[in-house]
């Protein structure tokens, strides 16, 4: 008897179970499916002679994902159902070997970083003495696994190359590396010591996993629009810390102030944008 209420009782937990399985594969959060952002691709490049490169000239920026336009790069710090960051974008795809990860000094792209490395970058292991539960109560030895926190990560830098094609008359930009910048901590005080290059990707290679990662827009829902179309429209805000130089040296080298660091970085893009205006005829 007792087995037989026992089995019961299995078979109707195992039920419920599953009818809740069933229910819950049944419930649409929307009024409709969304199938277009996670099918998209990428728009290929036009096709570029050297011989049409009349101009060009190499730029390093940044991208503060503080500043509110920069936003929806930075938000959710947790990943909810249709929407991650784009950190937590880069970081799933290098762990899963769908984007290759550069050393973080090397932004030529020569020198790759091993799984090893990778993990030692994206999670913390250290070990603590800490109380044992059951007597005589001892202190124990016990590894602790810390896995990285994608909020940390408040910068993010690029290299572009901008050049003018005369083929079409146009000033154009490709963007060519992505770098994650996360904050140095403290672990004993939590203090932020500074900056920590992570590593860099080439961004070539990532803009099919950003054409299907959706971000937010405040204006409308309906229109969601994905990472590659931020990049693609050029929709965030940045500063130029260098430009490619005789000296291979950064805009901070040699303009100590702050101020006049930002001034010089809106001087480069003055430049370029007076190169382009001056080319036509009016």
Do not use: C
């Amino acid at each position: 008897m007792k087995k037989l209420l026992v089995i019961l009782t299995i078979s109707l937990t195992l039920t419920s179970v599953f009818v809740n399985e069933v229910f819950a594969q049944n419930v649409l959060d929307g009024v409709y499916v969304k199938e277009h952002y996670p099918t998209r691709k990428v728009i290929p490049y036009t096709h570029l002679r050297e011989a049409d490169v009349m101009w060009a000239t190499r730029i390093w920026r940044k991208l503060d994902l503080r500043e509110k336009i920069n936003h929806p790069l930075y938000f959710p710090t947790e990943p909810i159902k249709n929407r991650r960051s784009l950190t937590q974008v880069i970081i799933e795809a290098v762990r899963e070997g769908s984007l290759t990860a550069y050393d973080p000094l090397d932004d030529e792209f020569t020198m790759t970083l091993t799984k090893a490395e990778i993990e030692r970058k994206l999670s913390f292991i250290d070990t603590q003495y800490i109380e044992s539960p059951d007597p005589p109560y001892d202190l124990q030895m016990t590894v602790i696994e810390e896995d990285f926190d994608p909020a940390n990560v408040k910068e993010i830098r690029l290299k572009e190359d901008w050049f003018f094609d005369r083929q079409k008359s146009i000033m154009d930009v490709r963007i060519i590396g992505i770098q994650p910048v996360t904050d140095n901590i403290d672990r004993t005080t939590g203090e932020v010591r500074g900056k920590e290059p992570m590593f860099w990707v080439y961004f070539p290679e990532a803009r099919n996993i950003f054409a299907s990662a959706e971000v937010f827009n405040r204006q409308n829902d309906a229109e969601r629009r994905t990472m590659e179309d931020i990049f693609w429209k050029r929709m965030f805000g940045s500063y130029i810390y260098k430009e490619k130089n005789v000296y291979d040296r950064l805009i901070s080298d040699y303009m100590l102030n702050g101020i006049d660091q930002l001034l010089e970085a809106e001087k480069i893009k003055e430049d370029i944008f007076i190169l382009e205006h001056d080319l036509w005829e009016y």
